[in-house]
C-alpha cells in the first residue's frame, strides 16, 4: 500500500499539475462549446435563445402539454408588441414607412435578395435602418431572434404527434454533444502527459534493472501500472465534475430537469431519462473510455526511451485514441448512426475495455518473464 | 577543439561534422518518423474530405477541362455555362467599397478604434482601394479559375491545410531541436560534454542540427501534402492566376469579397512566399526551443510550457485596447502567425491591413525569440555542474 501510495506521489507532481491545469483553461477556451454559450450551434446560431429557452423553463416547467400552445403564442405577441414600441421610437424606420413588427420583417425578407444596384435610394436606406436595428447587439436583434425561437416552438406544437413539447430544443445537446466528442482527447493528452513524464524518470534514473531483478521488484510494475491507473481516474473525474460545475456556474443547470431528447429530433434509444441524466451517463462512459484508452498510452510510455520520445509516442497515440473517441461520443445513444445498429457506443466501449485488458494483461506478463541480460 | 578564432579549414569542416552526425541521430530514430506519417496521414484525411469523395473529383476534372479549354480558346457547353456563371459572380471589384467593408467589419467585430489609430486604419484602407483599381485596370480580377465559392481553393490549400502544416512544422522542429539538445542529460555523458566551454558551445550547433532535420521532415510533409492536393485537385496551367482574381474570392466575415492582395501575386509565388513564411517560422520556432532548454534545461518541461505558451499566445490575440498598443501586441504574437495564416499578404484583420505585416510579425516574434535564446546561451556558458 505505501508503494502504490508512493507511486502515486511520484506521478502527481506538482508542475505537471499546474500546466495541465493551465492546459485545460485554454482548451476549454479555444475547444469548448461551453465556453462560447450562449452563441452557437443552437436554433437560431445566436446569443438569445438558450437564455429564453431558460426563462420559458422556469416559467413554465420543462414541458408543456400540446393543449397550451396558446401560453408560446402569448409569448410571441407580447414580443411582438415590445418590437413593435422601439420600432416606433427609432425614427429611420419611422421615415421609412415601418411602423411594426411584420412589416419589418416582411421588408426585410423582401430587400435581402436585392443588391445596392438593384434597389432605389430609398431601399437602401430603408435596408440599412432595418440592419441597424436587427444587428450589432441591439434590443431589437435580442426580440427578433427570440420571436424566431418561440416560433420554431410553435412549430413543434403544430407538428409533433406526442402529448407535450419539450421547451429545451437542440442548443443544450448541441452543446453537450458537441464538448463530449472533444472531451476524451482533452483528457488523454492530460494522462499522456503524467505517464510519459513517471515512467521515463523511472527509466532515466535507471531503477528498471533493479526492479527486474528479484521477484519483489518485478511485482512493482502492476502496482506502477495501478498508481497511473487511480491517478488518471483522479485527473478524469477532476475534470468531468469541472465541466459539470462550469456548466452549472454559466446558468445552464436549468436544462437539467427536461427531457433528455428533442421534441421532433432523432430518437433515443434510453428512453424518458431527463437532459440531467443523460448527461451523467454521457460523463461516465467517456471516463470509462479514458480509462480504458489510458492503456495504450501506459503502453506506449513504457516503450520511450527519453522524454521526446514519450511525447513522440503519445502524439500518435493521443490522436488515435481521440479520433476513436470522438467518433464513439459524437451523439450518445442516437438511434441514428453511421452503424445502424442501437447501443453501439457500449459495444465499442466493451471492445476497447477488452482491448485495454490486452494490453496491460501481456505488458505485465513480459515485465514477469522477460531476462534483462 | 572549436577554435572560433580561425575561420574556414579545419574548423569548419569539424562544425559542420558536428551537425551532420547529430542530424544523423534524428534519422536513426524511428519514433521521429512515426510523428511525420501521423501527421502526413492527418493532411490526406484533410484533402480527401474535401474533394476526395467520387462526385467531388467529377466536378473537379470538369472543371479544370473548361479552365483549360477557355485558356486555349475553345467553346462548348460547359465553357458557357462557366462563363454564365462568371457574368454572375465575377463582377466582385466593380463596386467594391473598401472603406464600407471596413466599417461593417468594425461594427461586427464591435472594434471601435479612435483618434490617429483609426486614422491609421482608414488610410490603410484608402490604400487597398487604391489596389483595387490597380488591380480592376490591369484586368486581372477578370481570370479563369475554380470557383471559389464552390471549391474553396485558397482556404483550403493556404487555410486549412496551411494551417495544420503550420503547426506540424512547428512540432516537428520542436521535437528535433529538443531530442538533441536533452540528449546528453538523457544517455547521462552531460558531465564529459559540458564540463568544457568547447563542450558547451556544441549545444549551440546541436539546435542547428535539430532545426536542419527538422526543416528536412518538414520539406518532405510539404512535398507528400501539397503533392496530394494537387493530385486531387489538379492546378495545372492555373498558376499564373492571380491570388486577387474574383473568381478564387471565397466568403468570408459572411461577405463575399476578393482577395485584395497588396502586390501583384499570382498563385506561384504566393506560394512560394508562404513556403518562405514556413521556412521563417520554422526557424523561430527552433530558436525558440533551444532558448527554452537553456532556460529549463528538461526537453519535456520545455515543450509542455512552450506548448501552453503557443495556445496562451492564441488566445491572447483576442485582447484588443483599440489603440497602437494593438498593433505591438500583433505584431509580437507568434499566435497571429497562426490565426492569419491563410490570408497572409490579403487584406484581412483590421490592424494588420497593411503591406508587409507579416515580416513585421515575423520581425517582432524575432527579437522576443532571440533575446532569451542569447541569454540563455550566456548563461549557460556559466553554468556549474553539481
Not at chain 1, 452549472?248 to 424518458?272: D, L, N, S, V
Not at chain 1, 501506459?298 to 500518435?316: C, D, E, F, K, N
Request: aromatic share 12%; hydrophobic share 45%; with cysteine.
Amino acid at each position: 500500500m505505501s508503494i502504490l501510495i508512493q507511486e502515486c506521489k511520484k506521478m502527481l507532481s506538482v508542475r505537471l499539475l499546474l500546466l495541465l491545469a493551465l492546459f485545460t483553461v485554454l482548451f476549454y477556451n479555444m475547444f469548448f462549446e461551453l465556453n462560447l454559450y450562449p452563441a452557437g450551434g443552437q436554433c437560431t446560431d445566436s446569443p438569445y435563445d438558450m437564455p429564453y429557452a431558460a426563462k420559458l423553463i422556469r416559467k413554465y416547467g420543462s414541458t408543456l402539454p400540446v393543449t397550451e400552445k396558446g401560453k408560446i403564442e402569448k409569448e410571441v405577441e407580447d414580443l411582438k408588441k415590445q418590437s413593435t414600441k422601439l420600432i416606433r421610437e427609432d425614427s429611420a424606420l419611422i421615415k421609412a414607412g415601418i411602423s411594426d413588427f411584420d412589416t419589418m420583417m416582411k421588408e426585410r425578407d423582401r430587400l435581402a435578395d436585392y443588391t445596392d444596384e438593384q434597389m432605389s435610394e430609398k431601399e437602401q436606406k430603408e435596408k440599412e435602418a432595418i440592419m441597424d436595428f436587427t444587428s450589432f447587439e441591439t434590443e431589437g436583434e435580442k426580440i427578433m431572434f427570440q420571436i424566431q425561437y418561440a416560433n420554431s416552438l410553435l412549430d413543434d406544437f403544430a407538428l409533433t404527434d406526442r402529448p407535450e413539447v419539450n421547451l429545451l430544443r437542440s442548443g443544450a445537446l448541441y452543446i453537450l454533444q458537441t464538448d463530449m466528442s472533444k472531451m476524451p482527447v482533452m483528457i488523454l493528452i492530460c494522462y499522456a502527459v503524467l505517464l510519459v513524464a513517471y515512467h521515463v524518470r523511472e527509466r532515466i534514473r535507471g531503477v528498471m534493472p533493479l526492479y527486474s531483478t528479484t521477484k519483489t521488484g518485478r511485482e512493482i510494475y502492476p502496482i506502477q501500472y495501478l498508481g497511473g491507473f487511480i491517478c488518471c481516474l483522479i485527473i478524469g473525474v477532476l475534470q468531468l465534475l469541472a465541466y459539470t460545475i462550469v456548466w452549472y456556474a454559466k446558468g445552464m443547470g436549468i436544462f437539467w430537469q427536461c427531457p433528455a431528447w428533442e421534441t421532433r429530433g432523432i430518437e433515443c434509444w434510453i428512453k424518458g431519462i431527463s437532459f440531467g441524466q443523460y448527461m451523467g451517463i454521457y460523463e461516465i462512459l467517456v471516463l470509462l473510455f479514458c480509462i480504458a484508452a489510458m492503456a495504450l498510452i501506459y503502453g506506449l510510455a513504457r516503450l520511450a526511451q527519453g522524454y521526446i520520445t514519450g511525447v513522440v509516442l503519445s502524439i500518435p497515440g493521443c490522436v488515435i485514441t481521440g479520433a476513436a473517441g470522438s467518433v464513439i461520443f459524437e451523439g450518445l445513444c442516437s438511434s441514428f448512426n453511421m452503424f445502424s445498429m442501437k447501443m453501439w457506443e457500449l459495444y465499442a466501449l466493451a471492445g476497447c475495455a477488452v482491448l485495454a485488458v490486452l494490453v496491460v494483461y501481456f505488458r505485465l506478463r513480459w515485465d514477469e518473464k522477460r531476462d534483462i541480460l | 577543439m572549436i577554435n572560433r578564432d580561425k575561420k574556414g579549414g579545419k574548423n569548419t569542416r569539424l562544425t559542420y561534422r558536428i551537425i551532420f552526425l547529430e542530424c544523423q541521430k534524428i534519422f536513426r530514430n524511428p519514433f521521429v518518423l512515426l510523428v511525420f506519417l501521423t501527421f502526413l496521414l492527418i493532411n490526406i484525411v484533410v484533402v480527401q474530405n474535401a474533394y476526395g469523395s467520387q462526385d467531388d473529383q467529377k466536378s473537379v476534372q470538369r472543371t479544370h477541362r473548361v479552365l483549360q479549354a477557355k485558356e486555349q480558346g475553345k467553346k462548348n457547353s460547359d465553357v458557357e455555362v462557366y462563363n454564365e456563371y462568371k457574368q454572375a459572380y465575377g463582377k466582385l471589384y466593380d463596386n467594391l467599397d473598401m472603406l464600407k467593408i471596413m466599417k461593417m467589419k468594425e461594427k461586427m467585430s464591435r472594434y471601435e478604434p479612435t483618434g490617429k489609430y483609426q486614422k491609421f486604419i482608414e488610410n490603410n484602407y484608402k490604400k487597398l482601394q487604391k489596389r483595387t483599381d490597380e488591380i480592376k485596370a490591369s484586368g486581372a480580377d477578370q481570370a479563369d479559375f475554380y470557383p471559389g465559392i464552390v471549391y474553396f481553393v485558397h482556404g483550403t490549400l493556404f487555410g486549412k491545410l496551411g494551417k495544420k502544416l503550420l503547426l506540424e512544422i512547428v512540432v516537428l522542429v520542436f521535437l528535433s531541436v529538443l531530442y538533441l539538445m536533452d540528449y546528453e542529460r538523457v544517455q547521462k555523458t552531460e558531465d564529459q560534454v559540458f564540463v568544457t566551454r568547447c563542450g558547451k558551445d556544441t549545444l549551440h550547433l546541436k539546435m542547428i542540427g535539430g532545426i536542419l532535420s527538422g526543416l528536412i521532415y518538414s520539406a518532405l510533409l510539404l512535398l507528400a501534402s501539397y503533392g496530394w492536393f494537387l493530385a486531387k485537385l489538379p492546378l495545372k496551367g492555373l498558376w499564373k492566376v492571380p491570388v486577387s482574381a474574383s473568381m478564387m474570392a471565397e466568403p468570408r466575415f459572411g461577405m463575399l469579397n476578393p482577395f485584395v492582395t497588396f502586390w501583384n501575386v499570382n498563385l506561384r509565388s504566393y506560394l512560394l512566399l508562404t513556403l518562405v513564411m514556413f521556412l521563417a517560422i520554422a526557424l523561430l520556432a527552433g530558436v525558440l526551443a533551444g532558448a527554452g532548454w537553456y532556460c529549463l534545461k528538461n526537453s519535456y518541461l520545455v515543450f509542455l510550457v512552450l506548448s501552453v505558451l503557443l495556445m496562451g499566445s492564441v488566445q491572447a490575440a483576442l485582447v484588443h485596447t483599440t489603440t497602437f498598443l494593438d498593433i505591438v501586441l500583433a505584431i509580437c504574437n507568434p499566435g497571429i502567425l497562426w490565426i492569419t495564416c491563410g490570408s497572409w499578404f490579403i487584406e484581412n484583420d483590421l490592424t494588420l491591413s497593411f503591406a508587409g505585416s507579416e515580416f513585421c510579425c515575423l520581425f517582432g516574434c524575432g527579437i522576443l525569440i532571440l533575446l532569451p535564446y542569447f541569454i540563455g546561451k550566456k548563461r549557460f556558458r556559466k553554468w556549474e555542474l553539481k
